[in-house]
């Protein structure tokens, strides 16, 4: 294989990674499947992903990655000219620190909360795990909320990869007009990142 595989699920995680390939240019395919639903799809995918999740990401040589955050940081690697990750000390410091908000503290919270029966909970628990888990969310964007200042993306002038993450999580429970309410400037930095071309594409190959 000369190419990437990203194993992808329509309006998931894995748009992200579908625009950091599409604004690297990397020669790459993406393989659609409904990553919940029994059948040959999710059977595969498990056989790479233990966690039957997406993205997972088959690289040229026939490496598996399983995480996001990682994939980002790879795809820069290999094409550093789109910049996904900044440079600078400074600058490279926040962006590592909201990466791994957005991947170790925002999205375990859908994990948990999407899908509350997957963790033996059901009826009232169920409920609960999912309504904590949103209200936890919730405070995690308002936190972020004061950590960026637009200009127009999350870190300034050029776009990263943290864009990536708003603009496809933006459209995720609480929903986009919570955001425009609560979070205006993560809310216009999504939006910037969707007036990117490539971006916006992926966004209408996933809607
Ligand atoms: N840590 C993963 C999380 C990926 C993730 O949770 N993806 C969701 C789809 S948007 C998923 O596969 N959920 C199913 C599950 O966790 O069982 C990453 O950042 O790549």
Redesign the pocket.
């Known amino acids: 294989m000369s190419e990437y595989e990203l194993i992808a699920?329509k309006g998931?995680?894995?748009a992200v990674i579908e625009m950091a390939l599409a604004l690297t240019g990397l020669p790459h395919t993406v393989t659609m499947i409904p990553?919940?639903a029994p059948g040959p799809g999710r059977e595969r995918l498990l056989s790479l992903n233990p966690?039957?999740?997406?993205?997972t990401l088959i690289l040229p040589d026939g490496a598996v990655m399983?995480?996001?955050?990682a994939m980002v940081l790879h795809i820069h690697d290999v094409a550093p000219q789109a910049g996904l990750v900044p440079s600078g000390v400074e600058r490279r410091a926040a962006f590592f620190n909201l990466l791994v908000v957005l991947?170790g503290a925002v999205?375990p919270t859908?994990?948990f909360g999407?899908?509350p029966e997957?963790f033996g909970l059901d009826g009232a628990a169920a409920s609960t795990l999912r309504s904590e888990s949103d209200a936890r969310r919730m405070r995690i964007w308002r936190h972020m909320e004061t950590l960026v200042a637009p200009e127009p993306y999350v870190l300034g002038s050029a776009l990263t990869a943290l864009d990536l993450y708003l603009a496809v999580m933006t459209a995720w429970r609480p929903g986009r007009s919570w955001f425009a309410e609560h979070c205006p400037k993560l809310f216009s930095a999504a939006e910037a990142a969707t007036r990117v071309p490539a971006i916006a594409h992926v966004i209408e190959r996933n809607s």
Do not use: I, M, W
């Open positions: 699920s998931c995680g894995s990553f919940l966690l039957g999740q997406v993205p399983t995480e996001s955050a991947v999205y859908f994990t999407d899908e997957h």
